[in-house]
């Protein structure tokens, strides 16, 4: 599956954001799906992930209750809704999918990540 990130952007702190991902492919429902990010000088960390069906969520602890993910199978997206953004979310971000069919915790850590998308930077100001 191939992905295109897009919606980052810059924001003030406390605003909102929404970044989307494009997938290609007839077979995107079979794939679980995670957002990472990566800030300058760090690691890439994860944000958050979802099930195939859309029915399980995952999320790092520094983002539970600001970030929403979601998907459309219908229309190949996954969505990243971001609130009460702060200064220490600005990053890159990139959205991934697991290996077809892999359960929601896969995509959880890199290391089961077998695609990625281009990345998306989102700054937020102080």
């Known amino acids: 599956v191939q992905l295109q990130a897009s919606g980052g952007g810059l924001v003030q702190a406390g605003g909102s954001l929404r970044l989307n991902c494009a997938a290609s492919g007839r077979t995107f429902s079979s794939y679980a799906m995670g957002w990472f990010r990566q800030a300058p000088g760090k690691e890439r960390e994860f944000v958050a992930a979802?099930?195939?069906?859309?029915?399980?969520?995952w999320y790092a602890d520094s983002v539970k209750g600001r970030l929403t993910i979601s998907r459309d199978n219908a229309k190949n997206t996954v969505h990243l809704q971001m609130n009460s953004l702060k200064p220490e979310d600005t990053a890159v971000y990139y959205c991934a999918a697991g290996a077809r069919d892999a359960p929601i915790v896969a995509v959880t850590t890199p290391t089961g990540i077998h695609s990625w998308g281009q990345g998306t930077q989102l700054t937020v100001s102080s």
């Open positions: 979802i099930s195939w069906s859309g029915g399980s969520t």
